[in-house]
């Protein structure tokens, strides 16, 4: 239990599968059925969303993402302290097994980059904590193969994973959710 307890406290962000996102977000208003959808089900390891691409989606998936991610709150936070606070809040759900996730924990988000290297990345991706993930006008080839080796590796996940597909969605196994604009 102590390893694991190490582990989770010394798991860092996936920086070669996901890049974060700029700050700040572009004001795009908000995205409440994406927001909805990714609290949904907080016990389902892998959920698959998709909608048509646009600057304004990805725009506010952005805004989501660091909302989730806590880039917001942390922002807010006016000095060093309050940001420690905000920081040692953050690992301590980390360390929490078991904990079902609350709307106000903070999340990874990030994006995928168009690189190969960051698609064998994303197979072998495994969540310190809840993430979402945006994969925008990436090829047909690298998110059908992703998805695929992801939902493989769901069922050892320990958080959930949402992951949002701006662009062409390939068959999957299980068909992901249409998210309202």
């Not at 996901?18 to 927001?35: E, H, T």
């Not at 168009?114 to 047909?140: H, K, M, Q, S, Y």
Request: overall charge positive; charged content about 25%.
């Amino acid at each position: 239990m102590t390893g694991l307890w190490l582990r989770t406290l010394g798991a860092r962000f996936d920086a070669v599968a996901l890049r974060p996102f700029a700050w700040p977000a572009p004001d795009a208003g908000d995205w409440p059925a994406l927001r909805t959808w990714c609290l949904a089900e907080p016990s389902l390891q892998l959920a698959v969303a998709h909608s048509l691409p646009s600057e304004l989606k990805a725009a506010r998936a952005t805004a989501l993402a660091l909302q989730l991610d806590g880039s917001h709150a942390l922002h807010a936070r006016s000095g060093t302290a309050q940001r420690v606070v905000l920081r040692l809040r953050v690992k301590l759900q980390d360390i929490r097994l078991g904990h079902d996730v609350q709307a106000d924990d903070i999340w990874d988000s990030g994006w995928v980059p168009d690189e190969p290297l960051a698609w064998a990345a994303l197979e072998r991706f495994r969540p310190r904590r809840p993430t979402f993930i945006v994969l925008n006008g990436l090829p047909l080839e690298a998110v059908q193969r992703s998805l695929a080796q992801m939902q493989r590796a769901s069922v050892s996940y320990r958080k959930p994973v949402r992951v949002l597909v701006l662009g062409k969605l390939p068959d999957l196994e299980q068909a992901p959710s249409r998210i309202a604009d």
